[in-house]
């Protein structure tokens, strides 16, 4: 174990976490190393969170892509609808703190979802609705189409 503990987080970051799992088990706290834990801690909670929000963009997009081509609406399209509505239910049945952050993901994923939904149908923005036309219920809901 002693060969790993002094290892730095930048040379072996596998060698670097397993050490710090071992000094977590031995409860010898004074041998973390809190600076780099704690930076690792905020990264991993920046990842779930950006994680969230494209997955609530990806089902946006998709959503108007099917409002504004009900003609080109394909497997693929429905498939991408079906996992990320789970995954989003998912996500906040693991971390329930989400779950009161939905609409302000909702809000700030809308403008994204418009420009990627643009790009991919070739129709102008101008073409998409100004405001959300989705309501969060609809978002979740299973059977839900445009």
Same mark, same amino acid.
């Given at each position: 174990? @002693? ?8 040379? @072996?970051? #596998? ?7 071992? #000094? ?16 690792? #801690?905020? $990264? ?19 959503? #108007? ?43 700030? $994923? ?37």
């Amino acid at each position: 174990m @002693d060969d790993h503990i002094n290892t730095d987080h930048d040379t @072996d970051f #596998l060698i670097w976490t397993n050490a710090q799992i071992e #000094l977590l088990r031995a409860k010898q706290f004074d041998r973390l190393d809190l600076d780099n834990i704690v930076e690792e #801690l905020e $990264s991993m909670a920046r990842a779930e969170r950006r994680e969230f929000k494209h997955r609530i963009e990806q089902l946006i997009m998709h959503l #108007l892509k099917c409002q504004l081509q009900p003609d080109h609406i394909s497997g693929s399209w429905l498939g991408t609808i079906t996992e990320q509505r789970h995954c989003i239910t998912d996500l906040m049945e693991e971390m329930p703190s989400l779950k009161p952050q939905l609409d302000a993901y909702i809000t700030r $994923s809308y403008a994204h979802a418009v420009a990627r939904a643009a790009d991919e149908t070739h129709l102008p923005k101008s073409t998409f609705p100004a405001t959300m036309p989705f309501t969060k219920d609809q978002l979740l809901d299973p059977d839900y189409l445009p």
